[in-house]
């Protein structure tokens, strides 16, 4: 519509004469200069919407980027303590052996996936002290009101020295870190974790009240009237978020690469000593079930002797005795009730001579059909 006013005034003045003209040279140059105003305003809102939302995009990633990462390292710690437990291995105890060798394979061991342990470690400690960075500069450039600043709320507030771990020094070699970590040990990337869970949870609930809508209603209180006004919101947000996006950008790359890394040659290694060594447990269960066996039955077998003794010993005591005692209708009924409570024992001990007989010529069976299974079979019950 300006435009087209434009037009006509111009139109009109190269009609009518030269006293026309020069009052309608002012209305031009005005209206020229209102489009002029108008459309670098225009210009300036569009650039800041455009910066609003490269901002809102980049606090998008960030968070996902700490989402991963907190999943990322949960899983991390999971595949260490699962290597753990297999590492240490389980040992079987019988009424064979003694409880003293049961110890022998229980000794100190070195640290398994040392290498991903000094990743999860690195990533952690690393975005714990930009998140911390982060949540302190919003406490000290954008203060709220002193109930929720408080020093209290805020995992912040704790000295670096007093959580322990290295967290308080910039630059930290490998052998401190190892000698303050008790050489990566689970306990210590656990506690560490979940500072690193306290802490982003605490930076992000901080980011949200900065940028909640009554907050930015309310002007600040520490602001006087007369000196330069405060950046508009996304510049403060880009000055707390830039530092804490590029941190955890780089965590979580190199916690990624590491964990896929050890995560491959763990599942390989898994794959290709299972084959051996599940050859080595399989003569195990069967030595070990073929022992459980013996032993039912020589417990059933036991267990029948002394009943046995028992009725014997009775028998025996009546047959010797100097009066003529007649065995009445109930006696006859006892020993009939104590020979049937001898049945479970002898049925039993038929069963388990049965399945003993069984094993033994199963696995004579299968040592016939390997002619070099013997010399194997003990050199890989050796390595169990």
Known sequence: ?????????????????????????????????????????LWRQGRMQRAAHAQASELQTM??????????????????????VISRGFTLVSASSSFSRAGLGAGPRGQ????????????????????RRATCHMLKAYPLNSEI?????YVSAVPLKELGMGLGTEHLTDEEAQELTDDYSLPALKVLFQLWVGQSSECFRRLALLLSSRRLEEPREDWVEGETPPPPIHRSVATVTQPLHGALASCLG??????????????????QGSDRVGRARQKC????????????????LRALLNEMIILEDDLEKLMVTKEAVEVTVEGYQDIQERLSHLQPHMQA????????????????RRANTCPGSRLTDSRELNTV
């Open 254 to 271: 190199d916690l990624q690469r590491s964990y896929e890394f050890h995560r491959y040659f763990e599942t390989q290694h898994r794959t």
């Open 1 to 41: 519509m300006l435009v087209g006013l434009a037009a006509v005034l111009l139109s009109l003045s190269s009609l009518s004469d030269g006293a026309w003209s020069l009052a309608v040279i002012p209305w031009c140059a005005a209206v020229m200069g209102w489009v002029w105003l108008r459309g670098a305003g």
């Open 112 to 131: 398994q996936l040392i290498g991903l342990r000094k990743a999860v470690y690195r990533a952690l400690r690393s975005a714990f002290r930009a998140s």
């Open 349 to 364: 001990s038929a069963g388990c001579w049965e399945d003993t007989v069984g094993q033994v010529e199963r696995m004579l």
């Open 285 to 300: 269960r069967e030595l070990n079930a073929l022992h459980t066996s013996v032993r039912s039955l020589q417990l059933h």
């Open 63 to 84: 968070v996902l980027n700490s989402k991963a990462l907190t999943s990322l390292a949960r899983k991390s710690l999971r595949l260490l303590q699962e290597t753990e």
């Open 149 to 153: 600043d408080n020093v209290t709320n």
